[in-house]
C-alpha cells in the first residue's frame, strides 16, 4: 500500500509513502494476531503531548460495563523496518518540540499484552535498533544517533548508544525501569574531546571559552515526576579539560592588577568560578556583561580544569573542583542544591603551592543570580598575601596553614 495517512485525535499521526505486511493466517483463526513482517518506508511520524497529559495517538473511548481490557488481543511482529523516517514531538504544556530525521528502526520479535489496557509499558517486549542522522532538540543537535534497546516486562535496556555532540564522540547506555511501582533511571555516559564553545553558545551569545573537554557521568534517580527524579539523584559528574582559552578576560592579568593597587577588597575571585565551564553551566540566567565588566580585557589561559561532583539525593558535593592558570591556581569547596537551585556553602579560593588558601570568597544565592560576598584575606598583612600571586610563596617564614586544596590540579611552575 503507498500514500497513506493516518489520523489522530486532533491532526494526523502519519503519512506513509509505502507500507508492506505479511499477517499469518492459522494463528489468526484461534484469536491470535501474529505478523511476520512490516516495512514502512518514508514515514512522516507527529506525535503531541497534549496539554492534559494524554497522546494523539489515543483515542477517545467509553467502554460498557461488559467490556474488557482485552477487547483487542495481543498481537506479535516478527520484524519491524522502517527507514528514511521523520519524527516529529511536540509537548503542548512545555512548548518544547523534538525533531528526529533521517530515521532508521529495525524492531525483532515485538509482543504486546491487551490492547484495551491503559498501560501497556510493562506487557511490551521486543529488541530493536535505532539510527538518526539528526536529533534536535532546544537548539541542541545530535548527529549520527545510533543505539540498541530491549524491553521485557516494564524493563528498557539502552546499550551500545553513539552519537555526535557538540562535535565530540559520544557513547553510553540507559535504563528505564518501569516494572515496579516507582520508575527508576539510571544514566551513563562519556562525551569525549567536545567543543566547549559550541556548548556555552546555548546559554550565551558571547564568545567566553575555548577548547576541548571531556565530560563524564553515571547517574541514578527514581520518582514518577521529574520534581521526584531530582530529590533522589544520586551519582558522579566529571567535567575535565588543558589549555581553554578565556576570551575577553585575563585571571593572571587581573590578580596582578589588584597585587599592583593594593585594593585586594575589591577582587570578585568569585567571578573566575563563573567564568568557568562548572560556572557557566549552573548559571544559566547570570548576567556574563556584568563579569566581564569586572574581570577586564585579554586573553586568558586555563592550563588544567578539573571539575569532579558526587551527587546525593540532588546534591551536587564537589568533590575535586580546580583552574590553573599560568601563573595561579583557583579551587572550589561546597554544594549546589540542584533541586533548590541554590549555592550551599560555596567557596572560591586562591591557593598557593601547598594548597592553602590566600583569600577566599563565599558564593550564595540561586544558581541563576548568585551573589558574593566580600573577598576574605587570610593573612595578618595584605602585603604578604599580594606577594603569592603568581608566585606560589609560603605565607610566612614556619607559618602552618591548613590545606584548602589536595586535588589533582597542581600549581603552576
Not at 489520523?7 to 508492506?20: P, V
Not at 518544547?96 to 533521517?102: H, I, M, R
Request: glycine content about 10%; charged content about 25%; some cysteine.
Amino acid at each position: 500500500m503507498g500514500d497513506i495517512n493516518i489520523s489522530g485525535r486532533e491532526s494526523d499521526i502519519a503519512s506513509l509513502e509505502k507500507i508492506a505486511f505479511g499477517l499469518k493466517i492459522i494463528p489468526l483463526l484461534k484469536g491470535r494476531v501474529i505478523i511476520d513482517e512490516i516495512t514502512i518506508r518514508k514515514p512522516e511520524i507527529s506525535l503531541v503531548r497534549l496539554k492534559n497529559g494524554e497522546f494523539n495517538v489515543t483515542q477517545k473511548t467509553t467502554h460498557t460495563t461488559e467490556q474488557k481490557e482485552n477487547d483487542i488481543p495481543p498481537f506479535a511482529v516478527n520484524t519491524i523496518f522502517l527507514s528514511d523516517g521523520d519524527i516529529l514531538y511536540t509537548d503542548q504544556k512545555s512548548g518544547k518540540v523534538t525533531e528526529w530525521n533521517g530515521v532508521k528502526i529495525t524492531v525483532k520479535d515485538l509482543s504486546t499484552g491487551a490492547m484495551g489496557k491503559k498501560d501497556m509499558t510493562k506487557d511490551i517486549s521486543f529488541n530493536g535498533s535505532v539510527y538518526s542522522k539528526h536529533l534536535k532538540s532546544h537548539s541542541v543537535d545530535l548527529s549520527d544517533l545510533t543505539f540498541q534497546i530491549h524491553a521485557k516486562e516494564g524493563l528498557y535496556n539502552i546499550r551500545e548508544l553513539s552519537s555526535k555532540l557538540f562535535s565530540g564522540k559520544g557513547k553510553g547506555a540507559v535504563t528505564f525501569d518501569l516494572s515496579g511501582k516507582t520508575p527508576s533511571l539510571n544514566i551513563q555516559s562519556i562525551l569525549s574531546q567536545f567543543r566547549l564553545e559550541e556548548f556555552l553558545h546555548l546559554l550565551s551569545e558571547k564568545d567566553t571559552m575555548a577548547g576541548e573537554v571531556d565530560l563524564s557521568l553515571n547517574v541514578s534517580m527514581q520518582g514518577k515526576g521529574m520534581d521526584e527524579m531530582k530529590k533522589t539523584m544520586q551519582g558522579h559528574i566529571s567535567l575535565r579539560g588543558e589549555n581553554l582559552v578565556l576570551k575577553n578576560y585575563d585571571i593572571d592579568r587581573t590578580l596582578n592588577t589588584y597585587k599592583d593597587t593594593q585594593s585586594i577588597g575589591a577582587l570578585d575571585i568569585g567571578a573566575f568560578f563563573l567564568a568557568g565551564p562548572v560556572g557557566t553551566a549552573v548559571t544559566k540566567g547570570y548576567h556574563y556583561e556584568e563579569l566581564f565588566r569586572q574581570t577586564g580585557r585579554g586573553e586568558g589561559m586555563m592550563k588544567k580544569f578539573v571539575s569532579d561532583w558526587n551527587i546525593e539525593n540532588g546534591v551536587a558535593i564537589a568533590e575535586d573542583v580546580a583552574i590553573a592558570t599560568r601563573r595561579n591556581r583557583l579551587a572550589v569547596k561546597g554544594r549546589l542544591d540542584l533541586v533548590k537551585e541554590k549555592y550551599e556553602d560555596v567557596i572560591v579560593a586562591l591557593i598557593n603551592e601547598r594548597g592553602c588558601a590566600a583569600l577566599t570568597q563565599k558564593i550564595y544565592g540561586s544558581l541563576n543570580n548568585p551573589q558574593f560576598q566580600k573577598t576574605t584575606v587570610l593573612q595578618s598583612a595584605i602585603g604578604s598575601v599580594l606577594s603569592l600571586i603568581g608566585k606560589g610563596e609560603k605565607f610566612l617564614p614556619g607559618a602552618q596553614c591548613e590545606a584548602f586544596y589536595t586535588g589533582s590540579v597542581d600549581h603552576p611552575k
